[in-house]
């Protein structure tokens, strides 16, 4: 019998950092995920919409930076120590 550890990877919009996978491969991005915090969807939010990853980001902390899935959002929460995730303050 043997564990895996599950790998978990950072959003390079808000710092959440349990996304399932990367938001892009090598460039290409991977349309399936949807970040459950802020919501960026990339290939769609980025290629469609127009955003960038800091255009986006911006807009979602002025409105508020409300979790895309509330129900995983954890009880203490805390947007700026996500974001040292990313390196912004
Ligand atoms: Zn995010």
Redesign the pocket.
Known sequence: MFFRKKRYFV??????DY?PGPLYINGTPDVSLI??????QPGYDDEELGYTLESYREEWIQKGAKWFREKEKPKQWNLKKQLKNINIR
């Open positions: 959003c390079s919009v808000c710092g959440y996304l970040c459950a915090c802020c919501g960026f």
